[in-house]
Structures are given as C-alpha cells and as structure tokens.
T-cell receptor
Framework: SQQGEEDPQALSIQEGENATMNCSYKTSINNLQWYRQNSGRGLAHLILIRSNEREKHSGRLRVTLDTSKKSSSLLITASRAADTASYFCATAYNQAGTALIFGKGTTLSVSS | DAGVIQSPRHEVTEMGQEVTLRCKPISGHDYLFWYRQTMMRGLELLIYFNNNVPIDDSGMPEDRFSAKMPNASFSTLKIQPSEPRDSAVYFC?????????????FGPGTRLTVT
C-alpha cells in the first residue's frame, strides 16, 4: 500500500510560475524524500527533509514538512520547461530508513 | 561512476516464457532494491537486499517472481512463467547506508511487455 499520496495528480503551468505539490503520509517518519522522474527514465533524488526539520531549500526547490499533519510540500520557484517531469514523495517504512515507499506522483507540465 | 546499470532496456516476450532482468548496482553500495512501476499501481517495492542478503521480499507478487544477488555487483529478477499482467517497467536502485544517507540511485529501468 502507498505510504505517501501526492496532490494534485497533474499540474500544468507556464514558465516562470511557481509549482506546488503536496504529499500526505500515514505513519510516523524519520525523514521524507522527494524524487523526480523524467519521461522514460529512472527516478532521481531531489531533496531529503528530516522529521525534526520544518523547511529545507535547494536551489529553486523549497520543501516543507508538517509532522503534526503528516504532510509535506515541494515548491519549485520560477519554473522552466526542463522542470517537466513527475515528482514523487517517499517515506521509509523500516527502522533503518533504507526501504522506501513511494506515492503515485504529481505530473508537472511546464509550457514555454 | 556509470550509475546503476540494468539490462535489457526492453524485453518483449510471450506469456509462459521465463524472463530474467539484470542489475549492476553502484560500486560500494550495500543496499539493492527492485521496484515495479505501472500506471495503475505506481512504484512498488518488490524486494531489497543488504550486503547481498534478501531482507524483505513481501512485495514480490507471487511465487513466479524470484530475485537473487550472488555477489555485491550483480542481481537478477526472474519471472517464470511470465503473464501479461507482469507487463511494467522494472527498476533497480542501490544505496549506501553510511551515516545518515538514505538517497537511492535508480537505474534506467527495463520495460517488460508480455503478450
């Protein structure tokens, strides 16, 4: 069963706009990760946020985590056509934090 | 490093045939994961290994699926006999458990079509 569920399932925006994707999960976590998948490719790690962190930045990415609501959001600022991809949140289901469960993802389309 | 290598990239086979998917993890990584991705079910963890030992195979759908990791640089996922519902993209990923690093590195995947 899926631990994380992303919302929305699909998002279409124009270049330069911001894109926000949300993730909800069910059980307590040590950390939450976001991955990106370009069409026809494997997933690539974007950012990890630990349960004791509330916000984290990496370039144009901003991730927030609210453990009380069991939710996280990924914000991509000033989007580019190259950001077109599917984005997945993932949480660990084992104590070591090494085995991940992925949500079904948000498909982002950025048009120029 | 070449990253995680999977072969073949595409496989088309007939129902009832045996299918073997191969994976070479990143050198030095001690975890290896097999995933299956479909539109209906998303990305599912099938099995994972730590130091070549299977840790959790609860995601393997049926006895028709088996996975081995004979050494640190090679793993196989076998489906015997294959069925049309096994059609999916199969990903292999590896990670290193040092410190607090949990990042997984994915291969390009094998697209399996069973007719």
């Amino acid at each position: 069963s899926q631990q994380g569920e992303e919302d929305p399932q699909a998002l279409s925006i124009q270049e330069g706009e911001n894109a926000t994707m949300n993730c909800s999960y069910k059980t307590s976590i040590n950390n939450l990760q976001w991955y990106r998948q370009n069409s026809g490719r494997g997933l690539a790690h974007l950012i990890l946020i630990r349960s004791n962190e509330r916000e984290k930045h990496s370039g144009r990415l901003r991730v927030t985590l609210d453990t009380s609501k069991k939710s996280s959001s990924l914000l991509i600022t000033a989007s580019r056509a190259a950001d077109t991809a599917s984005y997945f949140c993932a949480t660990a289901y084992n104590q070591a934090g090494t085995a991940l469960i992925f949500g079904k993802g948000t498909t982002l389309s950025v048009s120029s | 490093d070449a990253g995680v290598i999977q072969s073949p990239r595409h496989e088309v086979t007939e129902m009832g045939q045996e299918v073997t998917l191969r994976c070479k993890p990143i050198s030095g990584h001690d975890y290896l994961f097999w995933y299956r991705q479909t539109m209906m079910r998303g990305l599912e963890l099938l099995i994972y290994f730590n130091n070549n030992v299977p840790i959790d195979d609860s995601g393997m759908p049926e006895d028709r699926f088996s996975a081995k990791m004979p050494n640190a640089s090679f793993s196989t996922l076998k489906i015997q006999p294959s069925e049309p519902r096994d059609s999916a993209v199969y990903f292999c990923a590896s990670s290193l458990s040092s410190g607090s690093s949990y990042e997984q590195y994915f291969g390009p995947g094998t697209r399996l079509t069973v007719t």
